[in-house]
């Protein structure tokens, strides 16, 4: 089985997300030990933001001249085939501003490709992606699910990956990380609970 790990928080060793999402990845390497991991830090080896010119680099062959462009194509190209080749997918998304990091949403714009994971027909969108497992660890300073501000966080990856046509998402979740130390404590806390007691309990 091929495991796909997404790190986008920008805060290091001091982030939740990243802290959670490799108890996930330990977990299920324990629960599974043939399990291929491949790892991309989106804080790290940012992808760049969508744009004309990146959209026209990972269409075509980059001129050699512009160095930054042929780069940009390679790292499309290789977020695309890291998605398609993976049988689950383990993404950390902090809430940044009621919402996905940025680093997330370029990642993403790079994998929304039209005949790849996603085509259009006569009788509307189908994703192309079903069978895959997606496990969201999703972090924020407030309390948000099931609220107008969650919108654009959780709910927002489900509908994504829904289009892809994936309908096995869980969400790992540690929030009200702001409001004190002994709340962040226990959602920390529950929700490596969660992760060693419930995600893999009958591997």
């Not at 796909?4 to 299920?28: E, F, K, M, P, T």
């Amino acid at each position: 089985m091929k495991l796909l790990h997404i790190d986008s928080s920008i805060l290091g060793d001091n982030s939740a997300s990243r802290q959670l999402s490799q108890s996930v990845v330990q977990a299920w390497k324990a629960a599974e030990p043939q399990l291929q991991v491949t790892y991309r830090d989106l804080a790290s080896d940012a992808i760049s933001h969508f744009s004309a010119a990146t959209l026209v680099a990972a269409g075509t062959a980059a001129e050699l001249r512009d160095a930054a462009l042929a780069h940009e194509a390679q790292l499309s190209a290789q977020a695309l085939e890291e998605f398609l080749a993976a049988d689950a997918v383990v993404v950390a998304a902090p809430m940044y501003n009621f919402t996905i990091p940025t680093q997330l949403k370029a990642w993403i714009d790079r994998i929304a490709v039209a005949g790849k994971t996603f085509r259009y027909t006569e009788a509307g969108p189908e994703g192309l992606c079903g069978g895959k497992k997606v496990i969201v660890v999703s972090t924020s300073g407030g309390l948000h699910v099931g609220q107008a501000t969650g919108v654009g966080h959780e709910d927002y990856l489900r509908v994504l990956f829904g289009f892809f046509g994936i309908t096995d998402v869980e969400f790992v979740r540690a929030h009200g990380l702001g409001y004190g130390e002994e709340v962040r404590t226990k959602a920390l806390r529950d929700a490596q609970a969660h992760i060693s007691q419930q995600l893999f309990a009958a591997a």
